[in-house]
């Protein structure tokens, strides 16, 4: 058996296209253009490229994007400082502040002065309770592209046995809310688990979100199941240089699965767009509109 290969790459782009066309008409009916700021403290090239690339695709959905690229020993007063100027600042729907911070800033403390409204990490606690309750909510973009992803492969998720592996508030809790939301039935693993093997091969639906390289092997898998490796992780490749793997086994999940994304091309594409699907739905909800349909 050969799974399907789930091209998060190309589900991102048609994303990214739907969500130009929405925020267009937002531009045109109510004189509204999406922005996002980013905020950059320091120069980790990774997230230097990443923060690149977040611009890129904004600037391209017919959004504003607005850099602030502050040096490596800034104060944690005056990034508040900034954070509370973007806050008030009306042509601002999105902000998003890139981690890591610098070792003298309060991450927390950092995050949580982001108004709820424009935290479009849906990092904030006001977030993750709407998203817990089921209320209106910025939901963090890994998780909604990890779901749309399995939505993709299959037309309903409701009453499937979905297991996360990883349980961060960044990615495997609000991802086990979205399933749960979705009318899965949810098993969240972690390091403390036991058996982990035996609970991954009851899913349907295998969410791998650990940083682990390729822990999860071919006999970790229900045969047929969707599998969506949200991992990312450096290892030692040909001739010095490192090459990208995720926490799946891929090879191995290939022969076993149904469907399988790869890394890169899967869920990492699905993170940006989902950062501009969540600028698109700030702006709509700080004027009052329904959510946008993309
Ligand atoms: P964290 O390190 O915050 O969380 C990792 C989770 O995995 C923890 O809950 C931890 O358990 C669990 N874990 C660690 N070791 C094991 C183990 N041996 N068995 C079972 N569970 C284990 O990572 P993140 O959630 O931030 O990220 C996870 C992965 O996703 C990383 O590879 C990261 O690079 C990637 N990522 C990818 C993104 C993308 O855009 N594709 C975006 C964000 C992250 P415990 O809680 O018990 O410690």
Known sequence: MTATIIDGKAIAQELRGNIAIAAAKLTKEHGIVPGLAVVLVGSDPASEVYVKSKSKAVTEAGMKSFDHKLPADTSQADLLKLIEQLNADKTVHGILVQLPLPSQIDSTLVLNSVDPGKDVDGFHPVNAGRLATGQRALVPCTPVGSVILAKKMHASLSGMDAVVIGRSNIVGKPLAQLLLAENCTVTVAHSKTKDLKDVCRR???LFAAVGRPEMVRGDWIKPGATVIDVGINRVP???GKTRLVG????????EVAGAVTPVPGGVGP???AC???NTLRAACASAGLPEPKV
């Open 203 to 205: 899913a349907d639906l």
């Open 237 to 239: 490749g040909e001739g």
């Open 247 to 254: 926490d799946v086994n891929f090879k191995e999940a290939l």
């Open 270 to 272: 699905m993170t940006i």
């Open 275 to 277: 950062v501009i699907l």
